[in-house]
């Protein structure tokens, strides 16, 4: 049967998001989680549909790409189909050709699973490794400690503070409440919770989102940011290790979170919050779309 280049529409993003749940298992690399569909959901349902692809045979989703931004592609693949050498290559011919709808000209990144093999198929085309980054996990067999500061889960009352927060916490954030609430009316926050740390005086100083994929699988940190003025305090090593804890909770197996490798005050932070550095992971990128088939450039 041939591959199936697809995008789900708004109705059909619950399927792809749950079949994205059921590829998550421990022991997988670090790979697209729907979490990431769900962070993606504060710009609507509408957005997030426009920006999801998948691959299927038969009807089977067999891997899932998120336009993460026009020019990064953010992908992985159904557990038994990373080496899938027909699929590979489908992938690969469908995120080459700007004129598939996939990625534009000009340069572009993709994300995929260290051990896929459209890493090898791209290199072989000659696209470049991008900078690197660091994903860390952190088991949650045992129970997690407590963070120390006060935490509270975000509600609907909450979200203009959670939202300050970020925008505090992160360069050029435009995140607003609305942005919230589209992100919680989205079907992958159903298993979602936004937290905020609280100082000693009752200011929101550090806030986290954690996306549970279902029992037993690896549940997600996206995004984790602390105030800017309320730095050096502990209060992001606080929020992580409650992210944690909340995981736990919705019964992950573990948590698990990546961030550029440049990033030290995060990996410093998630270190010291009990997360362990895993294997550097790269995206893959090409500088400028060249067709191999006219010979010239476009
Ligand atoms: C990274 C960030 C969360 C750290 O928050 P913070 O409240 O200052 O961190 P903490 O005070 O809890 O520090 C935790 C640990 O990390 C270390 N650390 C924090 N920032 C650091 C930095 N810039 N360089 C080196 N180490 C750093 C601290 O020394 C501390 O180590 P220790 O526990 O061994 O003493 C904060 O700088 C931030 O919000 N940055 C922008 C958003 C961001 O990058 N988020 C992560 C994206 S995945």
């Known amino acids: 049967m041939p591959i199936v280049l697809g995008e789900p529409g708004v109705e059909g993003l619950s399927e792809a998001v749950g079949v994205l749940r059921e590829w998550q298992y421990e022991g997988a690399p670090m790979q697209l989680h729907p979490g990431d569909v769900g962070w993606f959901w504060r710009s609507g349902a509408e957005a997030t ?23 990064l592609l953010r992908m992985t693949f159904a557990p038994g189909a990373r080496r899938d050498a027909e699929l590979a290559q489908q992938v690969v011919d469908d995120v080459t050709e700007p004129e598939r709808g996939v990625l534009p000209e000009g340069k572009v990144n993709i994300e995929a699973p260290t051990d896929a093999l459209v890493q090898e198929l791209l290199f072989e085309e000659g696209w470049k490794t991008d900078e690197p980054w660091t994903p860390l996990r952190r088991d949650l067999t045992e129970p997690v400690e407590d963070p120390g500061v006060r935490i509270e ?22 995140f607003t409440d609305e942005r919230w609430h589209a992100m919680a009316a989205g079907s992958p926050y159903a298993d979602a919770r936004s937290l905020i740390a609280y100082d000693d005086q009752g200011h929101a100083v550090a806030a986290v989102t954690v996306w549970s994929a279902g029992p037993g699988r690896p549940g997600l940190l996206e995004p984790m940011g602390v105030h800017r003025e309320h730095r050096g305090h502990g209060y992001g090593k606080a929020i992580s290790i409650a992210a944690a804890g909340t995981l736990r909770k919705l ?48």
Do not use: K, M
């Not at 549909?49 to 020019?71: F, K, M, N």
């Not at 889960?153 to 992160?170: C, T």
């Open 251 to 298: 019964g992950s197996s573990s948590a698990i979170v990546c961030t550029p490798s440049s990033n030290v005050g995060a990996v410093a932070t998630y270190r010291s919050a009990g997360f362990q550095q895993r294997p550097e992971v790269r995206d893959r990128y090409r500088d400028a779309y060249y067709s191999s088939r006219s010979g010239g450039s476009s």
């Open 49 to 71: 549909a426009a920006a999801v692809r998948t691959w299927s045979r038969d009807g089977q989703i067999l891997a899932l790409g998120l336009l993460d931004g026009p020019e």
């Open 153 to 174: 889960v975000v509600g609907p009352e909450q979200a203009h503070l959670f939202a300050a927060v970020l925008r505090a916490a992160f360069d050029g954030s435009t």
